[in-house]
């Protein structure tokens, strides 16, 4: 699947670096500020209320506790600087959800190719997950026609002609068929079920 590159959105854009006081902070400062990124660093912890839109993380001495929010689930991209590459290490950057990586020492070059890969690959995520969101919702609404024919059947109706009495209350109210179908079990739920033959 082909994404095109967002390159003109860096300009102005904001970057935090989460990582003690190095030489590869001010590395990266240097090229963030080269491409038009404005860049704020701090250790061990992110500034509180600070805005960004990249992060830069410290995979050697990071820790979970630096990162607001659920591994897996930043709400902006994750850059991950490593310089150990002991296979623990690579495993955690991985828990936490980077989207891209610079390894360090950092010199001239690599932040704005990794910016761009954090970009798309964040992108592409947000898009996954949405994608995942909408099939799971749609999957519930068909559960919930499945079971809302079979609350109109066990009232005595076939199956087509529980169909298409859903069709109908979706289309008198200019409704979804999922949507009728919550209703008619809303209104199903409490009434005795029939037993025996029509």
């Given at each position: 699947?082909?994404r095109?590159?967002?390159?003109?959105?860096?300009?102005?854009?904001?970057?935090?670096?989460?990582?003690?006081?190095?030489?590869?902070?001010?590395?990266?400062?240097r090229?963030?500020?080269?491409?038009?990124?404005?860049?704020?660093?701090?250790?061990?912890?992110?500034?509180?209320?600070?805005?960004?839109?990249?992060?830069?993380?410290?995979?050697?001495?990071?820790?979970?506790?630096?990162?607001?929010?659920?591994?897996?689930?930043?709400?902006?991209?994750?850059?991950?600087?490593?310089?150990?590459?002991?296979?623990?290490?690579?495993?955690?950057?991985?828990?936490?959800?980077?989207?891209?990586?610079?390894?360090?020492?950092?010199?001239?070059?690599?932040?704005?190719?990794?910016?761009?890969?954090?970009?798309?690959?964040?992108?592409?995520?947000?898009?996954?997950?949405?994608?995942?969101?909408?099939?799971?919702?749609?999957?519930?609404?068909r559960?919930?026609?499945?079971?809302?024919?079979?609350?109109?059947?066990?009232?005595?109706?076939?199956?087509e002609?529980?169909?298409?009495?859903?069709?109908?209350?979706?289309?008198?109210?200019?409704?979804?068929?999922?949507?009728?179908?919550k209703?008619?079990?809303?209104r199903?739920?409490?009434?005795?079920?029939?037993?025996?033959?029509?």
């Amino acid at each position: 699947m082909s994404r095109a590159l967002n390159i003109l959105g860096l300009a102005g854009a904001r970057a935090a670096i989460l990582h003690r006081p190095h030489p590869t902070v001010a590395a990266i400062e240097r090229q963030l500020a080269a491409i038009g990124l404005s860049a704020n660093a701090s250790w061990p912890e992110l500034v509180p209320g600070m805005a960004a839109d990249f992060l830069f993380f410290d995979v050697d001495m990071g820790f979970d506790a630096q990162f607001p929010w659920l591994p897996g689930q930043s709400p902006i991209p994750l850059i991950a600087l490593i310089g150990s590459e002991a296979p623990g290490r690579i495993e955690w950057s991985l828990a936490r959800g980077a989207h891209a990586q610079l390894l360090k020492p950092v010199g001239d070059h690599g932040v704005y190719s990794a910016l761009l890969i954090a970009q798309a690959t964040f992108a592409a995520q947000q898009s996954l997950s949405a994608e995942i969101g909408d099939l799971r919702d749609r999957l519930a609404g068909r559960e919930t026609v499945v079971r809302a024919v079979m609350a109109l059947v066990s009232q005595g109706l076939t199956d087509e002609e529980a169909f298409a009495r859903l069709r109908r209350l979706a289309t008198d109210r200019r409704e979804s068929f999922e949507a009728a179908a919550k209703r008619v079990l809303a209104r199903t739920d409490s009434l005795p079920v029939r037993k025996g033959p029509r």
